[in-house]
């Protein structure tokens, strides 16, 4: 089995920054890739950003790129999401997802586990 944690979510203001950590942990020997998804109240879960398991590959969804940035540290199984230049557009819940494949992906149906999810708010 393996687990996701999510954590460094918070309500900020406009312009502010935050960074999301992903700690992955359990039964998982292969390499994974990962990635971040969001979803808002009302809204359907949307792809946000996706990293290979070297890192070297990234790929952001159009609303982020610029602003987010996805990083990962395989020596301590933690993935991260940092997010700079916040909009009240940008508020949901953030998850993560592994993939157990070398490459990450924007469609959600092809990762393996998830984790349960850290909100972001972002208002005035």
């Known amino acids: 089995q393996v687990h996701l944690v999510e954590s460094g979510g918070g309500s900020v203001q406009p312009g502010g920054s935050l960074k999301l950590s992903c700690a992955v942990s359990g039964d998982i020997n292969d390499n994974y890739a990962l990635g971040w998804f969001r979803q808002a109240p009302g809204k359907e879960r949307e792809f946000v950003a996706t990293?290979?398991?070297?890192?070297?590959?990234?790929h952001y969804a159009a609303s982020v790129k610029g602003r987010f940035t996805i990083s990962r540290d395989n020596a301590k199984n933690t993935g991260y999401l940092e997010i700079n230049s916040l909009r009240p557009e940008d508020t949901a819940t953030y998850y993560c997802a592994v993939r157990l494949h070398y490459s990450g992906s924007d469609d959600a149906n092809l990762f393996d586990y998830w984790g349960q999810g850290t909100q972001v708010t972002v208002s005035s």
């Open positions: 990293i290979s398991w070297s890192g070297r590959s990234t």
